[in-house]
Structure formats: structure tokens, C-alpha cells
């Protein structure tokens, strides 16, 4: 492949044009074509882009061989088919978040994928922002002691999905932003919602995680709320840390503060918990689009093979919890095991060649037989 990478774009909704934006002004990349069934948005694209050729047909992008990878960003109802005629056509393939509608289509393009020697990317966007970075390398130094749990809440008045509910819609990113941090796999999960405005889909959620290192995580999720509200907190044993997207410059405020049970006493009078108040910290965050820095990752990706931090696993993964949150909601919020991803997977892979994943943890070299032109993102070096 030539160090110039030629993308397609398949949807210009609200999204796609962000990522068109992204990969057009990126060295090393041009978007060739952009595809849309809605002509006024194609329109729209052609105003701001004369050189990027538009078209209604999907098929023009897959049949066109100068386009190296295909970014899909249009309904989740419709990744599944694009991303797999997408990977079929030996296209290097993007999928914005969630990657589908269920684990059993997620697992089938991975193993697409994996059989072609392609890289798959989820748009998990806040896992390459400057904050979230910061958060995973603070909790993975230690500073603030074991993490005990995360909570989170993204809320704001709409916009409501006709296809999904507000799980699906919201909770993938604070998901991948859990998973990422926590560093744990999943056990399970217990979701409970309310169908305010249409019927079948939920506007309100909870959800509730726990992790096999003993982790546990809240999630809330909300179309009804009069605020937009963007808040997670990671409380740790000695210090927690509080993340607020919408502030613009200080989006992590870190808290020298914690809750110590004495380690022994003989009478319930003597019991005390004692509660430490220190300092607080606002590092500095260095700007930068997370979305610039998603799509460089991918393009990297593709020219050395390495596996993106957001891969086909981890949107599967996401997926996995999604799907368990649907089963909860329907059982009025009762438990829903999580079966382990990496295990379940290593076993199908000793049966059949399909749907076979290298985690980190199992990848014992690099993907292919493709020369090493470039390295990772020099700012994800420490993450990774
Ligand atoms: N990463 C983020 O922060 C972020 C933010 C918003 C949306 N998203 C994701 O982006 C995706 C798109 O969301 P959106 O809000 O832009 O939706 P949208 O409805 O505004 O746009 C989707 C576009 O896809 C087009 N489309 C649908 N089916 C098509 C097909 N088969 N072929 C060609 N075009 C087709 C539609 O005509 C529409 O223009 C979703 O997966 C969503 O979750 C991600």
C-alpha cells in the first residue's frame, strides 16, 4: 500500500462529516468518495468539498480499487452489512460506535478481519481524548490507589432514536471509556430503564457493572433530562478523580480525598470511619480533537498492522455489555452473566479459523507480513 491513504465515506448524516473533515486534512490521506442515499446530503458535502466525488451507490466505493479503507457512519442497524461488504471487498474498515447490533454480527467481522489481514476500527472517540488518556495513565501509575468503581452520567434533552434506545445510543462511549480504565473483564450486568415517550424504546436508563478484579461501574443514561450533562468519577482507594467533558479547560479535577475504616476495634462505640480532605489538583490537558487523533490511529494502523486501541474486540465488547443491558431491561433489571470474551473466542478459534481474535494479551507479533513504515501515535506510546 502506498503511504498515501485513500478513504470512502459511507454516511454524511450529523456524524460522517466530521470524519470526512478529519481524514481530508490529515497528511498522508484524501477522502476519494463519499456516499449517501440522501442527495440534499451528498449536496451538502459537494458545497464544502468540490473534489470529493459523491455518490448514492455504496457499491461505487467498494468497486472503486483506489479507495484503500472505508469509514461507515450511518444507522447501527445498518454497520453489520456495510462493514462485512466492506471487509469482503478488502477495504481496511472503520465502523462508528456501536460496531453493530449484536455480538454474533460483531464476532463475524472480526473474523472477516482477522482471515483478510485487515485493520477493523470502532469510533470509540473518547478514548483517544486528552482527559481520558490523562485518567488511564494517572489510574495506571497507582496514584490514586486500587480503583474501586467509576460512575458515570450522560444526560441531555434528545435527540431521540427511532431504531435504539438510549443505552445503545449513549452508554457505548462511557462504556469504552470503563473498559479502557478499568482494565478488567466484565462479569456482569444489571440494567434497569423507562419508556417515557415512545413505546418499545427506553429514554432513561441505569445500568450497573461488576468486574472480575472486584471493579464496579454506574452507568446513567438519559434523553429526559433538562441539562446536558458529560460527568464520570473514578474513586480509587486513596484519591478519586473527576472527569466533566463540558468544561473546556479544566476537565479533570483530582481529589486527595478518602474514607479510611479503622483497622480494628473491640466496641461498636469505637468505631469511627475517618475521612481525609487534601488538596486538589486540575492538570493541565494538552488541546487536541479526540477525533483527529482517532482517525491518524486508524490510518496508522492500517500502514503498520499494529492493533488500534479501539479494534473490532473492544467494540465487540461494548456490544456485549449493550446486549446484556437489552436482556436485563427485559427481566425488570435482573443479573445477566458475561461470559468471557477472551475465552469464548480462543476456544471458537480452536474449532474453526472463523471469528479468530488476538487480544493484546494473546498477539505474539505483529499482524502481517507488511513492511513497518511507521509507529504508533507517539502521544498513545504510553497507553497502549
Ligand atoms: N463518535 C461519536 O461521538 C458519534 C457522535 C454521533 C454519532 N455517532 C455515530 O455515527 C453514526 C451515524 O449517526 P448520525 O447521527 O450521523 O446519523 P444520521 O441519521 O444523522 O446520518 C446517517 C446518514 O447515513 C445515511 N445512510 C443510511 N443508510 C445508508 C446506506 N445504506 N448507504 C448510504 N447511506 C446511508 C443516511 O441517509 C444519513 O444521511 C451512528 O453509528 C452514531 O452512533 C458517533
Given at each position: 500500500m502506498d503511504t498515501q491513504i485513500n478513504v470512502g465515506v459511507v454516511g454524511c448524516g450529523y456524524w460522517g462529516p466530521n470524519l470526512i473533515r478529519n481524514f481530508q486534512f490529515l497528511p498522508n490521506c484524501k477522502v476519494g468518495k463519499v456516499a449517501d442515499l440522501n442527495q440534499e446530503r451528498l449536496g451538502h458535502i459537494k458545497q464544502l468539498y468540490p473534489d470529493i466525488e459523491v455518490t448514492t451507490e455504496f457499491d461505487h466505493i467498494l468497486q472503486d480499487d483506489s479507495i484503500d479503507a472505508i469509514a461507515i457512519a450511518t444507522p447501527v442497524w445498518t454497520h453489520h452489512e456495510l462493514a462485512k461488504k466492506s471487509l469482503k471487498a478488502r477495504k481496511h474498515t472503520f465502523i462508528e460506535k456501536p460496531m453493530a447490533s449484536s455480538t454474533d454480527q460483531c464476532r463475524e467481522l472480526v473474523g472477516l478481519a482477522k482471515n483478510r489481514n485487515l485493520t477493523l476500527m470502532v469510533g470509540h472517540t473518547y478514548i483517544y481524548s486528552a482527559a481520558v488518556r490523562r485518567i488511564k495513565e494517572i489510574v495506571d501509575s497507582g496514584d490514586i490507589g486500587k480503583l474501586l468503581y467509576i460512575n458515570t452520567q450522560r444526560l441531555n434533552l434528545g435527540l431521540f432514536q427511532k431504531d435504539i434506545n438510549v443505552t445503545w445510543d449513549l452508554a457505548p462511549h462511557d462504556l469504552s471509556i470503563i473498559l479502557h480504565i478499568m482494565d478488567s473483564a466484565p462479569v456482569s450486568v444489571n440494567c434497569q430503564g423507562r419508556r417515557s415517550k415512545k413505546a418499545g424504546i427506553e429514554d432513561v436508563t441505569n445500568m450497573s457493572l461488576s468486574f472480575k478484579n472486584g471493579g464496579f461501574a454506574i452507568v446513567q443514561s438519559s434523553w429526559l433530562d433538562p441539562n446536558k450533562v458529560r460527568r464520570m468519577t473514578f474513586v480509587g482507594s486513596n484519591r478519586m478523580i473527576f472527569f466533566d467533558?463540558?468544561?473546556?479547560?479544566?476537565?479533570i479535577r483530582i481529589y486527595d480525598k478518602r474514607v479510611e475504616a479503622p483497622p480494628h476495634y473491640d466496641s461498636f462505640v469505637e468505631f469511627q470511619y475517618s475521612y481525609h480532605h487534601g488538596d486538589q489538583y486540575v492538570p493541565h490537558l494538552k488541546q487536541a480533537e479526540p477525533l483527529k487523533t482517532m482517525c491518524e490511529v486508524f490510518l496508522e494502523s492500517i500502514v503498520s498492522g499494529e492493533k488500534p486501541l479501539s479494534s473490532g474486540f473492544e467494540g465487540l465488547q461494548v456490544v456485549q455489555l449493550l446486549e446484556a443491558a437489552s436482556e436485563s431491561l427485559k427481566l425488570g433489571g435482573a443479573k445477566v452473566k458475561i461470559p468471557d470474551l477472551i475465552t469464548t473466542m480462543m476456544g471458537e478459534a480452536q474449532e474453526s479459523d472463523a471469528g479468530v481474535y488476538e487480544s493484546n494479551a494473546v498477539r505474539k507479533k505483529p499482524r502481517g507480513e507488511k513492511e513497518q513504515t511507521q509507529v504508533t501515535h507517539p502521544s498513545l506510546r504510553a497507553v497502549r
Amino acid at each position: 500500500m502506498d503511504t498515501q491513504i485513500n478513504v470512502g465515506v459511507v454516511g454524511c448524516g450529523y456524524w460522517g462529516p466530521n470524519l470526512i473533515r478529519n481524514f481530508q486534512f490529515l497528511p498522508n490521506c484524501k477522502v476519494g468518495k463519499v456516499a449517501d442515499l440522501n442527495q440534499e446530503r451528498l449536496g451538502h458535502i459537494k458545497q464544502l468539498y468540490p473534489d470529493i466525488e459523491v455518490t448514492t451507490e455504496f457499491d461505487h466505493i467498494l468497486q472503486d480499487d483506489s479507495i484503500d479503507a472505508i469509514a461507515i457512519a450511518t444507522p447501527v442497524w445498518t454497520h453489520h452489512e456495510l462493514a462485512k461488504k466492506s471487509l469482503k471487498a478488502r477495504k481496511h474498515t472503520f465502523i462508528e460506535k456501536p460496531m453493530a447490533s449484536s455480538t454474533d454480527q460483531c464476532r463475524e467481522l472480526v473474523g472477516l478481519a482477522k482471515n483478510r489481514n485487515l485493520t477493523l476500527m470502532v469510533g470509540h472517540t473518547y478514548i483517544y481524548s486528552a482527559a481520558v488518556r490523562r485518567i488511564k495513565e494517572i489510574v495506571d501509575s497507582g496514584d490514586i490507589g486500587k480503583l474501586l468503581y467509576i460512575n458515570t452520567q450522560r444526560l441531555n434533552l434528545g435527540l431521540f432514536q427511532k431504531d435504539i434506545n438510549v443505552t445503545w445510543d449513549l452508554a457505548p462511549h462511557d462504556l469504552s471509556i470503563i473498559l479502557h480504565i478499568m482494565d478488567s473483564a466484565p462479569v456482569s450486568v444489571n440494567c434497569q430503564g423507562r419508556r417515557s415517550k415512545k413505546a418499545g424504546i427506553e429514554d432513561v436508563t441505569n445500568m450497573s457493572l461488576s468486574f472480575k478484579n472486584g471493579g464496579f461501574a454506574i452507568v446513567q443514561s438519559s434523553w429526559l433530562d433538562p441539562n446536558k450533562v458529560r460527568r464520570m468519577t473514578f474513586v480509587g482507594s486513596n484519591r478519586m478523580i473527576f472527569f466533566d467533558d463540558n468544561e473546556t479547560l479544566e476537565k479533570i479535577r483530582i481529589y486527595d480525598k478518602r474514607v479510611e475504616a479503622p483497622p480494628h476495634y473491640d466496641s461498636f462505640v469505637e468505631f469511627q470511619y475517618s475521612y481525609h480532605h487534601g488538596d486538589q489538583y486540575v492538570p493541565h490537558l494538552k488541546q487536541a480533537e479526540p477525533l483527529k487523533t482517532m482517525c491518524e490511529v486508524f490510518l496508522e494502523s492500517i500502514v503498520s498492522g499494529e492493533k488500534p486501541l479501539s479494534s473490532g474486540f473492544e467494540g465487540l465488547q461494548v456490544v456485549q455489555l449493550l446486549e446484556a443491558a437489552s436482556e436485563s431491561l427485559k427481566l425488570g433489571g435482573a443479573k445477566v452473566k458475561i461470559p468471557d470474551l477472551i475465552t469464548t473466542m480462543m476456544g471458537e478459534a480452536q474449532e474453526s479459523d472463523a471469528g479468530v481474535y488476538e487480544s493484546n494479551a494473546v498477539r505474539k507479533k505483529p499482524r502481517g507480513e507488511k513492511e513497518q513504515t511507521q509507529v504508533t501515535h507517539p502521544s498513545l506510546r504510553a497507553v497502549r
